[in-house]
């Protein structure tokens, strides 16, 4: 099964996002949830994660440079960004710089996880509704 990340300095964000993907079918043994970019790149098993929902909030000004981070030290990891911010030119931004999704967190996330899941382990970019 696939071992998920949730990376978020919101533990709101964290524990709700735990619970979706929980609901969605994930056993919680494949959930691993992670205050900031650091914990989770200290983590011993690193490379063992697929996939990496990341709010984006803490890292607004910089999240090209942390995608980059990541996908350097795990580049077949699989970045979904889950945001507030629906501005074109930024998500076109993060998914040029290796973002494989974008969650929109005001919109339906409980829909939105396990289609963008599914999406981005079959390959596809995934965009919330509300960005088109």
């Not at 205050?35 to 063992?48: S, W, Y």
């Not at 076109?92 to 382990?121: C, D, N, T, W």
């Amino acid at each position: 099964m696939t071992r998920i990340a949730i990376i978020a300095a919101n533990a709101i964000i964290r524990s709700g996002t735990e619970i979706l993907l929980s609901k969605s079918g994930v056993p919680p043994n494949c959930i691993v949830t992670f205050e900031t970019v650091a914990d989770f790149l200290n983590h011993p098993d690193l490379k063992r994660f697929a996939v990496a929902l990341l709010d984006d909030e803490p890292y607004f000004n910089n999240i090209e440079a942390t995608i980059e981070q990541l996908l350097k030290l795990i580049p077949d990891l699989l970045i979904i960004l889950l945001s507030e911010r629906l501005m074109v030119a930024y998500i076109r931004s993060i998914i040029k710089q290796g973002a494989s999704g974008f969650i929109y967190k005001e919109g339906e996330m409980e829909q939105s996880l396990p289609i963008a899941l599914s999406a981005v382990q079959r390959g596809t970019v995934y965009l919330s509704p509300e960005v088109s």
